[in-house]
């Protein structure tokens, strides 16, 4: 069965430094995202991507954040200069011919930022 | 405003009880609802999703839900529950717009 899959599965970082979260999308799907969840709390809505654009974005997607597909299969977040606020958990999903269809997640990456 | 209430932050049930997770939704529209469930580290796992048809729902896991328009309710359902089914269950609605939005969780603890 296709899946989601992201990369790194951790991630360690010194504040201040650039990272960059992989996922690979299922591969017939359109529409991609990035949503995040700080320890302990719930899954937040980051950023939404469609025909290599951004579809959406949430207030807390700023300026410090970047996605990209730079081929046919990897779809990326970048996160600039890192804050210890970005310490969470990177969840990448996809979903189908509409933006409705039910979006598939990946395991996620677990982001530290020291 | 779109948005998921989960009222319930922690429930506790014994092994082999009846299980109910609250979820209530704020939606203009005919909404589009998913369960999904979170063990401790692991990514979303659906367990079960509504579109449009009957407002009962079966899902993975012996699971179901049944939508109820009137009361703005998408509850989660299990007979009997087993200890393997200790996680966290988030609600989520589709908002029309690209994105889901996320219930802040149910914590389900089962005693032994």
């Known amino acids: 069965e296709p899946e989601v899959t992201q990369t790194p599965s951790h991630q360690v970082t010194q504040m201040g430094q650039e990272v960059i979260l992989r996922c690979v999308p299922i591969?017939?799907?359109?529409?991609f995202y990035w949503y995040r969840q700080i320890l302990g709390q719930k899954v937040e809505f980051l950023v939404s991507f469609y025909n290599n654009e951004i579809s959406e974005k949430s207030e807390i997607f700023d300026d410090q954040f970047s996605v990209e597909r730079p081929d046919g299969s990897n779809f990326t977040l970048k996160i600039r200069s890192t804050k210890l606020e970005d310490s969470a958990m990177y969840f990448c999903a996809s979903s189908g011919s509409g933006a409705y269809n039910e979006q598939f997640f990946g395991p996620g990456t677990r982001l530290t930022v020291l | 405003a779109q948005s998921v209430t989960q009222p319930d932050i922690h429930i506790t049930v014994s092994e082999g009880a009846s299980l109910e997770l609250r979820c209530n939704y704020s939606?203009?529209?005919?909404?589009?609802l998913f369960w999904y469930v979170q063990s401790p580290g692991q990514g979303l796992q659906l367990l079960l999703k509504?579109?449009?048809?009957?407002?009962l729902v079966q899902g993975i896991k012996g699971f179901e839900a049944e939508f109820k328009r009137s009361q703005s309710s998408f509850n989660l359902r299990k007979p009997s529950v087993h200890w393997s089914d200790a996680a966290e269950y988030f609600c989520?609605?589709?908002?029309?717009?690209?994105?889901?939005?996320f219930g802040t969780g149910t914590r389900l603890k089962v005693l032994a």
């Open positions: 989520a609605l589709y908002s029309g717009t690209y994105k889901y939005i």
């Open positions: 939606y203009g529209a005919t909404p589009y």
């Open positions: 509504y579109f449009s048809g009957d407002t």
């Open positions: 591969s017939n799907h359109l529409y």
